[in-house]
């Protein structure tokens, strides 16, 4: 008999437990950002008491976000994955969100597909280590953002991402400041790109940046983490993005597939150039 109860600080080590068997980049401190976004919407499914499954749900505005669907190998095709999902949905349909999305790998889309939600594009997950520089000179134009900029480049990412994900980005900047690179542009911003540590890569995102600027940023990156390895999780259909992660050696690893249920949030695909990887987009 499954049972869905809410997830708890005590339960990041399930959690943990069950992203190492899957091979996830996550780290602990993944599991509690999610757990302080959203502590209302990330549960644990047991059976006889024993934690087996997990999932969280965060809310941005009216557009809602899923992720870390993770069912332990030993019980799976036993209905939990879905009971965890059907949980999780009714929680958003209660908070009232029009759209729900999440980026599915090929064990969850047809899960997903059951459930109401329909493909929208691809996103490909590049990895493998920079190349190394001789030089590891930075271009100048590309700048730490300082925190007075952190606001400009939520407005930026919400104008691209047609959803206002500021809690997430604000904690996510807050925790790694040095990490986060933009481009000025007058007194306003043409681009950023954020970072953080996995168990298994560097995770290089969210990038949303008009033209030249994802380049230099992406290109930034490679001076400073140069000889790192590295995940990019990029829009399939971008073109310059999965073109420059090729040309700097990265292996496209496998697809995710960005999923919607209700009406599709048509992002501004020319500038988002990579996602956050595949928790909130
Ligand atoms: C995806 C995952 C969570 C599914 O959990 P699960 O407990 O095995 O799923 P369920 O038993 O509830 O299956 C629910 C439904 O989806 C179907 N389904 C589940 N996995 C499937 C698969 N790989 N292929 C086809 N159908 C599948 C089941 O047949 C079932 O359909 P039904 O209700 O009509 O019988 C689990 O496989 C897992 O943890 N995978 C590794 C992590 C991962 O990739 N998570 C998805 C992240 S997006």
Not at 43 to 63: K, L, P, Q, R, W
Not at 147 to 172: P, S, Y
Not at 209 to 234: K, M, P
């Amino acid at each position: 008999m499954v049972n869905i109860r809410l997830m708890t600080e005590a339960d990041v080590a399930l959690g943990m437990r069950l992203k190492q068997q899957a091979g996830w980049n996550q780290l602990e401190a993944d599991w509690r950002r999610m757990l302080a976004l959203q502590p209302d919407g990330c549960f644990v499914a047991e059976v006889d008491g024993v934690g087996v499954g997990t999932t969280v749900a965060c809310v941005f505005d009216d557009v809602a976000w899923i992720a870390m669907v993770l069912v332990d190998a030993e019980v799976r095709s036993q209905g939990i994955g879905k009971a965890l999902m059907t949980h999780a949905l009714e929680f958003l349909d209660r908070q009232g969100v029009r759209a729900i999305r999440l980026d599915a790998t090929p064990l969850g889309q047809p899960l997903y597909e059951k459930l109401g939600f329909q493909v929208e594009y691809t996103l490909v997950r590049y990895a493998g280590v920079l190349p190394v520089l001789a030089d590891q000179a930075s271009g100048t134009v590309v700048r730490t953002a300082p925190r007075e900029t952190w606001d400009a480049l939520v407005a930026l990412d919400t104008a691209i991402n047609r959803t206002n994900r500021g809690k997430f980005l604000l904690t996510l900047f807050a925790e790694n400041p040095t990490a986060v690179r933009y481009v000025p542009q007058g007194d306003g911003v043409a681009g950023y790109l954020a970072v953080r540590p996995g168990c298994n890569a560097l995770q290089l995102g969210p990038c949303m940046a008009s033209g030249i600027a994802g380049l230099l940023l992406l290109a930034d990156a490679w001076c400073r983490y140069s000889g790192q390895r590295v995940f990019l999780d990029v829009p399939k259909q971008h073109g310059a993005a999965p073109r420059l992660a090729e040309q700097l050696g990265l292996q496209a690893q496998r697809p995710l597939v960005r999923m919607c249920r209700g009406p599709l949030v048509h992002e501004d695909a020319l500038r988002f150039w990579a996602s956050s990887g595949p928790e909130l987009g």
